[in-house]
């Protein structure tokens, strides 16, 4: 039964002698991840996957494992055509029913098609996170539902005269420095990114009044949109804001030329 299971494993099994350390044991997972038969390995130097840019070193893991080490971790093997795969490796070492160390097992699975995801995400992360960079309004990403901070850029640190503060939960917003009209601290809920994260409420433009932490107030427009999944649930918000004390400022005295006119 359990010759069975291996050589129906999806995964790539490979057993070593410890007297060897030669490859006794291949599976036809393994020839399809590495390309040799199963001929081409049996009786081969346990350096058959190996190659000289491998992250553990020449020889792996192996004498760790023979020393009775379990060990897992993702790493790089070499293919008989000479590519390297990606692959998480789980190696343990073989004993007999009495105790005594035998060889070594491990369990390769290819993760190339995961690495490849990973990189394409941070890569796109990274472009999102240049686009932020190079606007010239304030921007904040969180994630629902919690509120907790995901992106935010430069220009929004300075226009709020600090970084976004961390926060795992809304009530943290009560750290913000939003204030009405009236003078009142804006609570957590009231703020638009709040908003638009607990009632999928969008907000545009709607002003708003910033204390910072130098004392200084400065007005904002703000406005903020739900990000939903195709189930209509709320997976992130996003907020932009936008200074515009000066426009304001020159409001006001053009308000006043035309009183006095």
Not at 45 to 69: K, Q
Not at 73 to 80: A, F, Q
Not at 174 to 203: K, M, N, T
Request: glycine letters at 8%; aromatic letters at 4%; one cysteine or more.
């Amino acid at each position: 039964r359990l010759a069975a299971l291996v050589l129906s494993s999806p995964d790539a099994i490979v057993c070593y002698d410890a007297d060897t350390a030669c490859i006794v044991s291949w599976n036809p997972a393994a020839t399809r991840l590495f390309g040799y038969t199963e001929a081409e390995a049996l009786g081969a130097d346990f350096r058959l996957l190996m190659h000289e840019s491998c992250p553990e070193g020449p020889d792996g893991i192996y004498h760790r494992v023979i020393a009775g080490e379990a060990i897992s971790l993702e790493t790089v093997r070499r293919r008989k055509d000479g590519s390297l795969v990606d692959v998480s490796l789980t190696a343990a070492p073989v004993r007999t029913t009495s105790g005594k160390l035998i060889g070594a097992s491990g369990i390769f699975r290819d993760i190339s098609a995961r690495k490849r995801a990973d990189a394409a995400l941070a890569e796109s992360e990274a472009r999102l996170r240049a686009i932020l960079e190079q606007m010239p309004i304030g921007v904040i990403v969180v994630s629902a539902p919690t509120g907790e901070l995901l992106l935010h850029n430069t220009e929004g640190s300075a226009i709020l005269g600090h970084p976004p503060i961390p926060v795992d939960a809304v009530s943290g917003y009560v750290a913000y420095g939003g204030v009405h009209a009236d003078g009142r601290r804006f609570a957590p809920e009231d703020y638009p990114i709040a908003r638009a994260l607990l009632r999928a409420e969008s907000v545009h433009c709607e002003p708003m009044r910033y204390l910072r932490p130098d004392g200084t107030v400065t007005d904002l427009e703000v406005s903020a949109a739900p990000i939903l999944d195709r189930d209509g649930n709320v997976v992130l918000a996003v907020s932009t804001f936008e200074d515009v004390s000066e426009r304001k400022k020159a409001e006001r005295q053009r308000e006043l030329l035309i009183h006095e006119l």
